[in-house]
């Protein structure tokens, strides 16, 4: 079965203001993020990359887009299923104020109960069901089109990313957030028909994200939504 590299989206101007962008319309890469992305196509040189699936959230089209320009020849889709959580009311606010709220604590302890709030607010189980839900359909496709060793890319977000990792490791979700998923990183997960093998989590080929930063919240809670990146 084929091999994902799942791409999460450079840095974005929400990213570096700390916001929780969800769906927010118009969340573009800031000056960090664009250079990350210009440089994605280096990082994947030589990597047999036989198609190209994305969240249609312009975050993660603008990443792409240096990499679809230096490989034209790669067929490219979106699938809405690898769009970002639906934070609902959460969405647009800022991730210091946000870890004010009761809901932060089950987001960080027991997230498999947790519901964002609002009309349009999803529950993580929901997001992570259609986040592998999506993967595992694309394996599909892919293998059908382009034989059981192809690899191919899938650009997301943090949390639809840190899921889908949890779901190949066999971890339930309530321990999805000891996973951590910079900008720009790529997590490459190989499918076989016994079990799936994480083969990298994370990377993002630099090693300035070790560096200690102000946390959002607790210094112990995971950043909802996925690591900044931001200095």
């Keep these: 079965m084929p091999t994902v590299i799942l791409v999460r989206h450079g840095r974005s101007t929400a990213n570096a203001d700390g916001v929780l962008?969800?769906?927010?319309?118009?969340?573009?890469?800031?000056?960090?993020?664009?250079?990350?992305?210009?440089?994605?196509?280096?990082?994947?040189?030589?990597?047999p990359v036989s198609a190209v699936v994305s969240s249609p959230l312009q975050r993660c089209r603008e990443t792409l887009a240096p990499l679809l320009a230096a490989r034209p020849e790669l067929p490219s889709y979106t699938d809405d299923r690898l769009g970002e959580c639906r934070y609902g009311d959460w969405?647009?606010?800022?991730?210091?104020?946000?870890?004010?709220?009761?809901?932060?604590?089950?987001v960080q302890r027991h997230p498999s109960a947790a519901v964002f709030p609002g009309e349009d607010g999803e529950s993580v189980r929901a997001m992570q069901h259609r986040a592998v839900e999506a993967i595992r359909d694309w394996n599909e496709r892919i293998e059908r089109e382009h034989g059981p060793d192809a690899v191919y890319l899938?650009?997301?977000?943090?949390?639809?990313?840190?899921?889908?990792?949890?779901?190949?490791?066999?971890?339930?979700?309530?321990?999805?957030?000891?996973l951590s998923v910079e900008p720009c990183s790529v997590t490459a997960?190989?499918?076989?028909?016994?079990?799936?093998?994480?083969?990298?989590?994370?990377?993002?080929?630099?090693?300035g994200g070790l560096v200690p930063r102000p946390a959002q919240g607790a210094d112990h809670d995971a950043v909802v939504g996925g690591a900044t990146g931001a200095p």
């Design 189 to 207: 997960i190989r499918y076989t028909p016994m079990r799936p093998y994480l083969v990298r989590l994370g990377d993002t080929g630099e090693f």
């Design 154 to 178: 899938a650009c997301s977000h943090g949390d639809i990313i840190k899921s889908v990792a949890a779901d190949a490791l066999g971890m339930h979700l309530d321990l999805f957030q000891r």
């Design 91 to 106: 969405t647009g606010r800022k991730l210091a104020e946000l870890a004010d709220e009761p809901l932060w604590q089950t």
């Design 21 to 47: 962008a969800g769906w927010s319309p118009g969340v573009a890469l800031d000056e960090h993020g664009a250079a990350q992305a210009a440089a994605l196509a280096g990082r994947l040189a030589g990597l």
